[in-house]
């Protein structure tokens, strides 16, 4: 071999040496390489550097075969990965180029076969033996962080050394081999404020008590070299963004110490005054802020609630103001953080206050009342123009105007009560009735004179109260009999009374008669009843059939009043039990042979000669007459009358007027009008109506003729005849005298009366068409 192979040899022959003492763990000596027993190859290694820049192809090794003599028989064969593109051998020498630049990254070794062959007979010399071409590597590759960009975040105000986050970045090159792929990482952006491990690539805090509100968020830059950091290796950076997150390390603060706000005494319970805010460096949960009025002399007529949503103190009334009794208020109000972190209460309190003063204005207000209802009492007979009460109202602002009184007369639609406008006093325009009315509900309206748009209402409730001016009467109407067959000092009735007055202790009535009555007597059961009985024995419906009983009932108020009713008896026939058969007086003039059987045979016969009678009637009315309309041809008109949005003009459901007229009275000089008369020559249809005559004269005429009518139905009918008028351009619209024309019509001019008549000139303008074809 010549000088640089031998060279080459020895290199190889190191790094095999090297490999065999990574994997084994104890060292090989170099002398037991030289002697091999079973081969007569040399090698079964080579060793190839990646990123050949050469122009010529790179030598990688050489083949030899101990049964190559030199003599040119023997000839050297490859085959395996890239054998014949990406490596070629010189078949008679062995010695094997690479034709391409390799990348270790895309593939680390090849393995081949290689074999002598004899060139004559073409039969190995040898067998076939395998070798790996490995690929050895080369610093080409810069190191690559897993991301662009990193985003990361700390809690503000941390300790120096706090983890914020870790990069890592990868090398491309062989771990294995040299230092190409061990990197380190150093920060070139983001200092004094965060730090990074060389080795790890974590991120730490370098500064403490990094401060949110100075500054939130920062941009380190990262850088990843390899070959250990040395000088000439290749780097990659990344960009970390790092936020500081908030933390309560900030108390509320009012920006003032004083505020001043203003409100109308007219204010509304509830309503909002003023506003007013604590400021917060802090963000979200830990600005939130709870305000409190811990003093002051408006503790009780005013409130503050938060708004979440603003974190604003909302001031609201409490209670009603008045200016004319306080017109200034002082509130003391704190401000107070509703989360506190401990590790920073070092720091102060996590509270402020300030002093709040609210100035009420004064405003017009309407006239007050006394009370919020009046009620008053008043007899039901007391005189017209008596004073029942009065009610009392003034301004309350400080000019103290004088207030007029009036009564809302829709709520005293009866003008019953009267108001005085200077005093408020209430009196009767009418008298009062309880029974009618028991209670009154008015309202009284106090306005300010020299401002009647202020003005105050108040309801009065007036009780009407009760007087003894009723009579007690009957509670209700008696149907009251006694029997023929009585029994003296038998009961035959118990009657009631009522009264609408209304006494204090209750109700008491009286029965009485008001004369000595020989049939009947009354006994005060005093208990509000009384019960009617008999003074006699036997009663008769001849000679008596009904008797009337003055019962006198009087009350015990007082005044005491009394009234005269009147009870009706009827004598009724009984049976020995005492029950009721009968009381009419008819009864007793029927004959005695007379029974019930033969009242109802007697009946039965009247109902039946009725209903004979009904039929009869019936037949002769259907009775068959002489038809109206002798033969087919003698076809009329019908004249029908629409009083509802119906089917127009082909509504032929019509009732047929026809059958109104006599055929044999009806001129015969008139033409046909079912059909359209033949066009002799064009013309307009002449007026129906000659001379001018007045249309009432034309509809009298018809109706002459319809009651002279002997053939007419023996029914009631109605004729209905339409007359355009005198003034249209359509004239009459009748076919009624219609036959007045003897000359052919021409219905062309029906298309030019407008969309009202499109149906009608469509009828006649179409059949003229048809009778033409």
Same mark, same amino acid.
Request: proline fraction near 4%.
């Given at each position: 071999f010549?000088?640089?192979?031998?060279?080459?040899?020895?290199?190889?022959? $190191?790094n095999?040496l090297?490999?065999?003492?990574?994997?084994?763990?104890t060292?090989?000596?170099?002398?037991k390489?030289?002697?091999?027993?079973?081969?007569?190859w040399?090698?079964?290694h080579?060793?190839?550097?990646?990123?050949?820049?050469g122009?010529?192809?790179?030598?990688v090794?050489?083949?030899?075969?101990d049964?190559?003599?030199?003599?040119?028989?023997?000839?050297?064969?490859?085959?395996?990965?890239?054998?014949?593109?990406?490596f070629?051998?010189?078949?008679?020498s062995?010695?094997?180029?690479?034709?391409?630049?390799?990348?270790? /990254?895309?593939?680390?070794?090849?393995?081949?076969?290689?074999?002598?062959?004899?060139?004559?007979?073409?039969?190995?010399?040898?067998?076939?033996?395998?070798?790996?071409?490995k690929?050895?590597?080369?610093?080409?590759? /810069?190191?690559?962080?897993?991301?662009?960009?990193?985003?990361?975040?700390?809690?503000?105000?941390s300790?120096?050394?706090?983890?914020?986050v870790?990069?890592?970045a990868? *090398?491309?090159d062989?771990a294995t081999?040299?230092?190409?792929?061990?990197?380190?990482?150093?920060?070139?952006?983001?200092? &004094?404020?965060?730090?990074?491990?060389?080795?790890?690539?974590?991120i730490?805090?370098?500064?403490? @008590?990094? @401060?949110?509100e100075?500054?939130?968020?920062?941009?380190?830059?990262?850088?990843?070299?390899d070959?250990?950091?040395?000088m000439?290796?290749?780097?990659?950076?990344t960009?970390?963004? $790092?936020?500081?997150?908030?933390?309560?390390?900030?108390?509320?603060?009012?920006?003032?110490?004083?505020y001043?706000?203003?409100?109308?005494?007219?204010?509304?319970?509830?309503?909002?005054?003023?506003?007013?805010?604590?400021?917060?460096a802090?963000?979200?949960?830990?600005?939130?802020?709870?305000?409190?009025?811990?003093?002051?002399?408006?503790?009780?007529?005013?409130?503050?609630?938060?708004?979440?949503?603003?974190?604003?103190?909302?001031?609201t009334?409490?209670?009603?103001?008045? %200016?004319e009794?306080k017109?200034?208020?002082?509130?003391?109000v704190e401000?107070?953080?509703?989360?506190?972190?401990?590790r920073?209460?070092?720091?102060?309190?996590?509270?402020?206050?300030?002093?709040?003063?609210?100035?009420?204005?004064?405003?017009d207000?309407?006239?007050?009342?006394?009370r919020?209802?009046?009620?008053?009492?008043?007899?039901?007979? =007391?005189?017209?123009?008596?004073?029942?009460? #009065?009610?009392?109202?003034? *301004?309350?602002?400080?000019?103290?105007n004088?207030?007029?009184?009036?009564? *809302?007369?829709?709520?005293?639609?009866d003008?019953?009560?009267?108001?005085?406008s200077?005093?408020?006093? $209430?009196?009767?325009?009418?008298?009062?009735?309880r029974? +009618?009315?028991?209670?009154?509900?008015?309202t009284?309206?106090?306005?300010?004179?020299?401002?009647?748009?202020?003005?105050?209402?108040v309801?009065?409730?007036i009780?009407?109260?009760?007087?003894?001016?009723?009579?007690?009467?009957?509670?209700?109407?008696?149907?009251?009999?006694?029997?023929?067959?009585v029994? +003296?000092?038998?009961?035959?009735q118990?009657?009631?009374?009522?009264?609408?007055?209304?006494?204090?202790?209750?109700?008491? %009535?009286? %029965?009485? !008669? @008001?004369?000595?009555? &020989?049939?009947?007597t009354?006994s005060?059961? /005093? *208990?509000?009843t009384?019960?009617?009985?008999?003074r006699?024995?036997?009663?008769?419906?001849r000679? =008596? +059939?009904?008797?009337?009983?003055p019962?006198?009932?009087?009350?015990?108020?007082?005044?005491?009043?009394?009234?005269?009713?009147?009870?009706?008896?009827?004598?009724?026939?009984?049976?020995?039990?005492?029950?009721?058969?009968?009381?009419?007086?008819?009864?007793?003039i029927?004959?005695?042979?007379?029974?019930?059987?033969?009242?109802?045979a007697?009946?039965l016969?009247?109902?039946?000669?009725l209903?004979?009678?009904?039929? %009869?009637?019936?037949?002769?009315?259907?009775?068959k007459k002489e038809?109206l309309?002798?033969?087919?041809?003698?076809?009329?008109?019908n004249?029908?009358?629409?009083?509802?949005?119906?089917?127009?003009?082909?509504?032929?459901? #019509?009732?047929?007027?026809?059958?109104?007229?006599?055929?044999?009275?009806?001129?015969?000089?008139?033409?046909?009008?079912?059909?359209?008369?033949?066009?002799?020559?064009?013309?307009?249809?002449?007026?129906?109506?000659?001379?001018n #005559?007045?249309?009432r004269d034309?509809?009298?005429?018809?109706?002459?003729?319809?009651?002279?009518?002997?053939?007419? &139905?023996?029914?009631?009918?109605?004729?209905?005849? #339409?007359?355009?008028?005198?003034?249209?351009?359509?004239?009459?619209?009748?076919?009624?005298?219609?036959? +007045?024309?003897d000359?052919?019509q021409?219905?062309?001019?029906?298309s030019?009366w407008?969309?009202?008549?499109?149906? !009608?000139?469509?009828?006649?303008?179409?059949?003229?068409?048809?009778?033409?074809?």
């Amino acid at each position: 071999f010549d000088i640089y192979e031998c060279l080459l040899l020895i290199y190889f022959q $190191i790094n095999i040496l090297m490999d065999l003492y990574k994997i084994i763990g104890t060292p090989v000596k170099y002398e037991k390489i030289l002697y091999r027993s079973k081969r007569s190859w040399m090698w079964n290694h080579f060793f190839l550097l990646e990123e050949y820049t050469g122009t010529d192809h790179q030598y990688v090794g050489k083949l030899h075969s101990d049964q190559d003599r030199g003599d040119g028989s023997v000839k050297y064969v490859l085959s395996g990965d890239g054998a014949g593109s990406l490596f070629l051998i010189d078949e008679n020498s062995g010695d094997i180029h690479a034709t391409k630049k390799l990348d270790r /990254e895309e593939k680390t070794f090849y393995t081949l076969r290689a074999q002598a062959v004899n060139k004559l007979t073409g039969k190995p010399v040898e067998p076939e033996s395998e070798f790996i071409i490995k690929i050895h590597d080369i610093n080409d590759n /810069e190191p690559k962080f897993t991301k662009d960009t990193y985003v990361a975040s700390v809690p503000e105000m941390s300790d120096v050394g706090t983890f914020v986050v870790q990069v890592t970045a990868k *090398d491309a090159d062989d771990a294995t081999y040299g230092n190409s792929a061990k990197l380190v990482y150093s920060i070139l952006q983001g200092q &004094p404020y965060f730090s990074v491990e060389p080795e790890t690539g974590i991120i730490r805090t370098a500064l403490p @008590n990094m @401060n949110r509100e100075n500054k939130e968020k920062y941009q380190v830059v990262i850088q990843a070299k390899d070959m250990a950091g040395q000088m000439g290796g290749l780097s990659g950076t990344t960009t970390v963004n $790092i936020t500081l997150t908030d933390v309560n390390d900030n108390p509320p603060r009012f920006p003032q110490s004083t505020y001043q706000l203003w409100t109308s005494e007219s204010g509304e319970t509830g309503s909002s005054i003023g506003r007013i805010k604590a400021t917060d460096a802090d963000l979200g949960e830990n600005a939130e802020i709870q305000y409190n009025i811990i003093d002051g002399d408006g503790r009780d007529m005013f409130s503050i609630v938060t708004d979440k949503a603003t974190q604003e103190g909302i001031v609201t009334l409490k209670k009603q103001l008045d %200016f004319e009794n306080k017109r200034i208020y002082t509130l003391k109000v704190e401000a107070a953080n509703t989360r506190v972190d401990s590790r920073f209460l070092n720091f102060g309190p996590f509270k402020d206050t300030a002093n709040v003063k609210i100035t009420v204005q004064d405003v017009d207000e309407p006239p007050v009342f006394s009370r919020p209802s009046y009620v008053m009492d008043v007899h039901e007979d =007391m005189n017209v123009g008596s004073i029942i009460g #009065a009610v009392t109202a003034w *301004d309350p602002d400080a000019a103290n105007n004088q207030v007029r009184y009036s009564i *809302d007369r829709h709520t005293d639609l009866d003008r019953n009560f009267n108001i005085d406008s200077g005093n408020g006093s $209430i009196s009767m325009l009418k008298s009062l009735d309880r029974e +009618a009315s028991s209670w009154h509900n008015i309202t009284v309206i106090a306005t300010e004179i020299n401002n009647p748009k202020q003005m105050s209402r108040v309801p009065v409730f007036i009780k009407v109260l009760d007087v003894n001016d009723n009579a007690p009467e009957f509670a209700m109407f008696y149907e009251t009999f006694v029997c023929e067959n009585v029994k +003296a000092g038998q009961l035959i009735q118990t009657i009631s009374a009522v009264d609408t007055d209304e006494p204090l202790i209750g109700h008491k %009535f009286f %029965f009485s !008669l @008001n004369s000595e009555n &020989p049939n009947f007597t009354i006994s005060d059961n /005093e *208990d509000n009843t009384a019960s009617i009985l008999t003074r006699k024995s036997g009663f008769s419906r001849r000679e =008596m +059939a009904t008797y009337f009983l003055p019962v006198v009932i009087s009350d015990s108020d007082y005044p005491i009043q009394s009234s005269t009713s009147t009870l009706t008896i009827q004598v009724c026939a009984c049976d020995s039990r005492g029950n009721m058969q009968s009381c009419n007086v008819e009864a007793l003039i029927l004959p005695a042979g007379l029974s019930t059987g033969a009242l109802i045979a007697i009946l039965l016969c009247i109902i039946i000669l009725l209903i004979i009678v009904v039929l %009869f009637a019936a037949l002769r009315k259907q009775k068959k007459k002489e038809p109206l309309i002798i033969s087919k041809e003698d076809v009329r008109d019908n004249i029908v009358s629409y009083n509802d949005e119906g089917g127009g003009e082909e509504d032929t459901q #019509a009732f047929d007027i026809g059958t109104l007229r006599n055929p044999e009275v009806m001129d015969t000089n008139k033409l046909r009008r079912d059909i359209i008369p033949e066009m002799l020559f064009p013309c307009r249809r002449a007026s129906p109506i000659k001379n001018n #005559a007045d249309v009432r004269d034309f509809i009298n005429h018809r109706l002459h003729e319809n009651d002279n009518d002997p053939t007419a &139905p023996p029914y009631d009918s109605l004729a209905t005849y #339409a007359y355009e008028g005198n003034g249209s351009i359509a004239e009459s619209l009748s076919s009624l005298e219609s036959a +007045a024309t003897d000359c052919d019509q021409d219905y062309d001019y029906l298309s030019n009366w407008g969309p009202q008549f499109k149906k !009608l000139a469509d009828m006649y303008i179409g059949k003229d068409t048809d009778k033409d074809s």
